[in-house]
Nanobody, 127 residues
Framework: HVQLVESGGGSVQSGGSLRLSCAVSGHTDSSYCMAWFRQAPGKEREGVATIDTYGSTRYADSVKGRFTIFKDNAKDTLYLYLQMNSLKPEDTAMYYC???????????????????WGQGTQVTVSS
């Protein structure tokens, strides 16, 4: 059973940085498309960035050049990260990591195929 646990959220001023982490356990030898999504109050959950098994990445236009998604395979646990720089108030949201049992991320930044989700971590950016 795949489990995802996020950490690293918090409050920061505009222009600041945060790094989100997601520990993925129970993945054994499976390959996953990994992603970060976010949801602001009253808005739909949106895809922020994806990374596939080969390390290919995709970003939402709103975060390109400011956010970086990357991963690290440690013993028995896969770690997914989101480095967020030059944060803006509009980045305020609950951030979720997600995993799809797929070698590549075939649906862009859509929620399609993402069967595994973390509980979310709050990011608040003040102006």
């Amino acid at each position: 059973h795949v489990q995802l646990v996020e950490s690293g959220g918090g409050s920061v001023q505009s222009g600041g940085s945060l790094r989100l982490s997601c520990a993925v356990s129970g993945h054994t030898d499976s390959s996953y498309c990994m992603a970060w999504f976010r949801q602001a109050p009253g808005k739909e959950r949106e895809g922020v960035a994806t990374i596939d098994t080969y390390g290919s990445t995709r970003y939402a236009d709103s975060v390109k050049g400011r956010f970086t998604i990357f991963k690290d395979n440690a013993k028995d646990t896969l770690y997914l990260y989101l480095q967020m720089n030059s944060l803006k108030p509009e980045d305020t949201a609950m951030y979720y990591c997600a995993a799809a049992a797929s070698v590549v991320c075939g649906y862009g930044l859509s929620r399609t195929g993402f069967a595994y989700w973390g509980q979310g971590t709050q990011v608040t950016v003040s102006s």
